[in-house]
């Protein structure tokens, strides 16, 4: 089941291959068959003829490399539920690829594994050091749910609710419903299970359209029924079971019946 | 000849009474069809009067009037009593009960009172079905009723059913159509039943060109699409255009609503559809579009719209501009998806229109409709008695549209409709999100005071002080501050009642209610001893009730009520000024009082404790002229303290006599009363100053045996050591006062000090040098500032010259 998660996870970020190039300051961009980087942001691009490009920080846009060797280990190791030894190599595939593109492509991976582990400062920091170089995942409503638990569990409760509620109140419609589970999951880890159902089941029943968040949003409904000795249980676990047989937690549902 | 005569003219009249009743018959029919039944109520009534034999007509005339009234129950009930009368009955029978159901349905159904409409057209339809054009309307409306309830299999019967009716002819079609589109309606119609519905519409389309001609194209196009014939249907939709443009021209002459029932609508949309099966995607758009566009109000609109989205991102994604404007109807096809929904929760049919809501809830999230239609839900669930959805709509309800009026007006209806229905802990729960998430809401404080009314105790004063301290400016802050304030005075609880009522006599600007705020201040002062404040205050109300009965244009009702408050305040003014020790302003108050009121309740009161006050100021002359008032014909609770008062002026001013008789009066009289024993000591030094000594030890006796308090039994010793006689005697009950009193009592102390002087000069009588000289010496110590220096040390000289003589005769003796 967690294998299940986090390959998804894993997938979801988006590990695409294809040659590297570089967008220069003009925003055009050169194809080459080789590419390399240094410390200080320098990058140097082997051509398709085979010349040597120099690109100094300030005159290049974006440099991205073809896909790491390493990332085909990555996702072997979480295959085998090595997640320890996923994130170790995604920390090395960060270092090594700096400044072009599989740096932050294995920061929101390494984010995500942390938080599967349940190493919530270290995703909480890992998604921080992201956002500030990209800020546009920060408005991502997976990325920012994921945040949000991270600060939730790494105990900066009052970060994460201030986050929570906003996005709750007027964030987008997945945003909101992302971030009512979220509140739903905080709830009920304090034992507020009546106002973890309340956020649930408003996911379930007013948030159709968000079919990424449903199949979590109605077994957990599910499950706080059944915390609360409510007989609809049942119905809500049938209900995961039916109508999201594909989902990780249509599985989870069958053992909880 | 003249018996012809007769004859003719009671026939000629009898002709002339019925037609004139039947036409007054008529006109009540045609003013009841009119909408007109208080008229036709009236008209009838007076064809009756006149033309008794009318009655036979008049049940079938007065349910009539009854339906035109909505009274559908009432008239329902009537048409089954008509049927069910027999001749001879009181009630005439009526023999036309199907068109009275008929009646019934369609004004009921036109009224939008559809459970009535329902239940009198299945009575129609139990009687038969005749082959007229009301009765196929009938059948229309009575199948669109069961189907828009889910109940296909009641609507095909009825369909069925008149379809069998013989002679039916073309007025069958609308019917025809109608049993059609049920046949395929349903998530997988069967074979037969697409068949079957593809000759229905065929035959509609033989019958004419109008809207049934069109909606038969319609439904005969979905029948092919279904049965996957795409291109018969397409060719179909394309060859019919014209005729339906036609249809569509003709409707707008006539100033129909063509963007509602346009068959080009449906036709066009099924087109589209056609087009976009065919890969002709530009084509397709081109069509949902035109619906949307000009029949946007039509049941095909948000479908239209949908796939017209749909389509503009696929153009879009290919980096295409589409100009086109999908939004701009979004609001009517919003409104429209609510509307089944709606209907149902206004016919309180809530388990029904719960899941319509959340239908169109989920494709119109936050749109113009969603706040009312949530607030309708989350009515319906509160209805259903299911709470935990009801909370689930109304937190998110105040939560996502926080910053919208309607949201707040929704979560306050929520918390109106369970208290309605009795479910009180949901309906705090509703309140409290009401005030969590519109804290700010303008009706906020009058929420918050109304439910104040509903607790009791602790609660009630806790959402009072909520009004006061989240709402200072509110109006109802100041209506808390006075409820607070007068909910302490009435527990008695005076110290809180004087803060609030401190803080609420500035907020109020009613001068009766300021006044009656006043007043209670300076109670409340009082009865917390706190006389000051209480003077104060009262002297602040009197100045203002007199000010403003000097003012222009006073009412005689207003001085009238101010009366009273006026006439407490100056007599607890001298009560006030009585205890903080100002008796002379007391004396003075209260003989203004006496003479402002002389005919008030507490002028007796005024008298005593005016004459209270000048004993206190040893002006007993004076007090005795204020008690004069008081004779054997006043009321004991005066006469008591006032025979007591004026025993005790009279001894001052040495009438002890009198004093012993008007003492004497109160102790023989009353034997139980409160002034007994003061009474009783006044007596005895009246008796004592009177020479009359054994009376005078009688009368202190009393005190000492049946007496408990300590400073009285010690002013009774006292007392009585001064009227006994024998010098031994006198010792013994001013050493009792001198051994037993308090010495750190203020009040006891004096007493002591008195005893032991006194005792003093007893010493030397009884040569007792000793104790003298150890009591004055106790004197001397304790009480440095008693005085009479003097006269102790003469007496200290005396007893040590005793002392002396008494060793020197010791030492002669042997």
């Known amino acids: 089941m967690k294998k299940f998660m986090i390959l998804s996870l894993l997938f979801a970020a988006g590990v695409t291959g294809g040659a590297p190039f570089v967008i220069n300051s003009a925003g055009t961009q050169i194809d080459g068959s080789a590419i390399q980087s240094a410390a200080d942001g320098i990058v140097l691009l082997t051509t398709l003829n085979g010349q040597t490009l120099t690109f100094r920080p300030g005159t290049y846009r974006q440099a991205f490399a073809d896909k790491p060797k390493e990332m085909g280990q990555v996702e072997a190791l979480a295959r085998n539920g090595d997640l320890a030894g996923a994130a170790g190599m995604l920390r090395q595939i960060k270092e090594q690829y700096k400044f072009l593109g599989w740096d932050q492509r294995a920061s929101l991976m390494l984010a995500r594994v942390e938080l599967a582990q349940k190493n919530f400062k270290a995703a909480a920091a890992e998604y921080e050091t992201l956002f500030a170089a990209q800020p546009q995942f920060e408005t991502i409503p997976a990325e920012r749910a994921n945040y949000m638990?991270?600060?939730?569990?790494?105990?900066?409760?009052?970060?994460?609710?201030?986050m929570v509620d906003a996005d709750i109140a007027s964030g987008s419609r997945e945003a909101a419903a992302r971030a009512q589970v979220v509140r739903g999951d905080m709830k009920s880890a304090s034992g507020q299970y009546e106002e973890a159902l309340l956020d649930y089941l408003r996911t379930v029943i007013l948030f159709r359209e968000q079919t990424a968040v449903l199949p979590e949003a109605t077994y957990k409904t599910a499950v706080a029924l059944k915390k609360m000795k409510n007989p609809r249980a049942a119905e809500y676990f049938q209900k995961v079971m039916k109508e999201f047989p594909d989902s990780e937690f249509a599985e989870i549902a069958k053992g909880e019946r | 000849?003249?018996?012809?005569?007769?004859?003719?003219?009671?026939?000629?009249?009898?002709?002339?009474?019925?037609?004139?009743?039947?036409?007054?018959?008529?006109?009540?029919?045609?003013?009841?069809?009119?909408?007109?039944?208080?008229?036709?109520?009236?008209?009838?009534?007076?064809?009756?009067?006149?033309f008794p034999e009318a009655e036979k007509s008049a049940p079938e005339l007065r349910i009539r009037i009854l339906i035109a009234e909505k009274k559908f129950e009432e008239a329902a009930q009537q048409i089954r009593v008509g049927k069910t009368s027999s001749i001879g009955s009181r009630q005439s029978a009526i023999s036309n009960q199907e068109s009275l159901w008929l009646f019934l349905a369609d004004t009921a159904c036109r009224a939008r009172q559809f459970p009535d409409a329902e239940s009198a057209y299945k009575n129609y339809f139990e009687s038969g079905a005749k082959a007229d054009d009301a009765t196929m309307q009938a059948a229309v409306n009575y199948g669109e009723l069961l189907e828009q309830r889910g109940e296909r299999a009641m609507a095909r019967k009825i369909y069925e059913q008149v379809l069998k009716v013989p002679d039916i002819g073309k007025s069958a079609r609308p019917v025809k159509v109608k049993f059609a589109h049920l046949l395929i309606a349903g998530d997988k119609p069967m074979p037969a039943d697409l068949d079957r519905a593809k000759k229905l519409c065929e035959a509609v389309q033989l019958g004419g060109l109008d809207l049934w001609f069109g909606q038969a194209v319609i439904t005969w196009s979905q029948i092919m699409i279904l049965k996957e014939e795409w291109g018969e249907a397409q060719s179909v939709l394309e060859t019919q255009m014209e005729l339906l443009k036609g249809i569509n021209d003709v409707l707008e002459k006539q100033g129909q609503p063509v963007s509602l029932i346009s068959p080009l609508a449906g036709t066009r949309y099924l087109l589209g559809a056609c087009y976009e099966h065919a890969g002709k995607k530009k084509a397709a758009l081109v069509q949902f579009y035109n619906v949307y566009v000009q029949y946007g109000d039509s049941e095909w609109g948000p479908q239209a719209q949908e796939r017209a989205q749909a389509l503009k991102n696929y153009f879009e994604g290919l980096g295409k501009t589409v100009k086109i404007d999908l939004g701009a109807n979004l609001s009517k096809m919003e409104e429209r998806a609510f509307r089944?929904?709606?209907?149902?929760?206004?016919?309180?049919?809530?388990?029904?229109?719960?899941?319509?809501?959340?239908?169109?809830?989920?494709?119109?999230?936050?749109?113009?409709?969603?706040?009312?239609?949530?607030?309708?839900?989350?009515?319906?669930?509160?209805?259903?008695?299911?709470?935990?959805?009801?909370?689930?709509?109304?937190?998110y309800t105040g939560e996502r549209f926080a910053s919208r009026e309607a949201a707040a007006d929704a979560l306050l209806a929520a918390g109106n409709r369970a208290l309605d229905e009795k479910q009180t802990a949901l309906a705090w729960w509703m309140y409290d999100r009401y005030f969590e998430f519109f804290p700010q809401h303008s009706r906020a404080p009058a929420v918050l005071y109304s439910l104040a009314e509903l607790k009791d105790g602790h609660e009630r004063a806790s959402c009072w002080n909520r009004i006061i301290e989240n709402y200072p400016d509110s109006p109802y802050a100041a209506r808390a501050l006075g409820r607070l304030a007068w909910d302490a005075y009435e527990k008695e609880d005076y110290p809180t009642a004087a803060g609030h009522f401190e803080k609420y006599i500035g907020t109020e600007t009613d001068s009766q209610k300021q006044t009656r705020a006043r007043f209670a201040l300076a109670e409340s002062y009082r009865f917390s001893s706190d006389w000051k404040k209480a003077l104060e205050n009262f002297q602040i109300l009197e100045k203002a009730l007199n000010r403003a009965a000097e003012?222009?244009?006073?009412?005689?009702?207003?001085?009238?009520?101010?009366?009273?408050?006026?006439?407490?305040?100056?007599?607890?003014?001298?009560?006030?000024?009585?205890?903080?020790?100002?008796?002379?302003?007391?004396?003075?108050?209260?003989?203004?009082?006496?003479?402002?009121?002389?005919?008030?309740?507490?002028?007796?009161?005024a008298q005593l404790a005016k004459g209270s006050a000048l004993i206190e100021l040893r002006r007993y002359d004076d007090a005795l002229a204020a008690f004069a008032t008081f004779d054997k014909t006043s009321d004991r609770k005066?006469?008591?303290?006032?025979?007591?008062?004026?025993?005790?002026?009279?001894?001052?001013?040495?009438?002890?006599?009198?004093?012993?008789?008007?003492?004497?009066?109160?102790?023989?009289?009353?034997?139980?009363?409160?002034?007994?024993?003061?009474?009783?000591?006044?007596?005895?030094?009246?008796?004592?100053?009177?020479?009359?000594?054994?009376?005078?030890?009688?009368?202190?006796?009393?005190?000492?045996?049946?007496?408990?308090?300590?400073?009285?039994?010690?002013?009774?010793?006292?007392?009585?050591?001064?009227?006994?006689?024998?010098?031994?005697?006198?010792?013994?009950?001013?050493?009792?006062?001198?051994?037993?009193?308090d010495p750190d009592s203020p009040e006891q102390a004096p007493l002591i000090a008195a005893a032991l002087y006194e005792s003093l000069p007893l010493y030397l009588e009884l040569s007792r040098p000793q104790d003298l000289l150890n009591d004055s010496g106790r004197l001397a110590k304790d009480f440095p500032m008693f005085g009479k220096d003097d006269e102790v040390n003469v007496m200290r000289t005396t007893a040590r010259e005793q002392l002396a003589r008494f060793e020197a005769q010791e030492e002669k003796k042997p």
């Open chain 2, 551 to 605: 003012s222009y244009g006073v009412s005689d009702e207003a001085l009238k009520l101010n009366r009273p408050f006026i006439e407490k305040s100056l007599f607890y003014q001298g009560t006030c000024l009585a205890k903080l020790g100002e008796t002379e302003s007391a004396v003075q108050t209260f003989a203004r009082f006496i003479a402002t009121f002389q005919t008030s309740e507490f002028v007796l009161q």
């Open chain 2, 1 to 50: 000849m003249f018996r012809r005569a007769t004859v003719m003219l009671l026939v000629l009249g009898l002709s002339r009474a019925a037609f004139a009743f039947e036409e007054d018959l008529k006109f009540v029919e045609g003013l009841t069809a009119e909408g007109f039944p208080n008229l036709a109520r009236i008209v009838l009534n007076r064809t009756l009067n006149s």
């Open chain 2, 340 to 395: 089944v929904a709606r209907r149902l929760f206004f016919d309180k049919q809530y388990a029904d229109a719960a899941p319509a809501y959340l239908e169109a809830l989920n494709k119109y999230p936050e749109g113009d409709e969603s706040v009312a239609a949530l607030r309708e839900l989350t009515l319906s669930y509160i209805s259903l008695n299911d709470p935990l959805s009801a909370k689930t709509l109304a937190a």
């Open chain 1, 149 to 162: 638990q991270a600060l939730s569990g790494s105990g900066r409760t009052k970060e994460a609710a201030a």
């Open chain 2, 638 to 741: 005066f006469l008591e303290p006032a025979l007591y008062y004026r025993g005790q002026a009279l001894f001052e001013t040495g009438r002890y006599s009198e004093s012993i008789q008007t003492l004497d009066a109160l102790l023989s009289n009353w034997p139980e009363s409160a002034f007994y024993f003061e009474a009783k000591l006044v007596q005895g030094r009246s008796y004592a100053a009177n020479g009359q000594n054994s009376d005078a030890v009688r009368a202190l006796s009393d005190i000492l045996s049946f007496a408990t308090d300590d400073l009285l039994l010690n002013r009774a010793g006292l007392e009585l050591g001064r009227a006994q006689t024998a010098p031994a005697e006198k010792l013994a009950s001013f050493q009792r006062v001198a051994l037993l009193a």
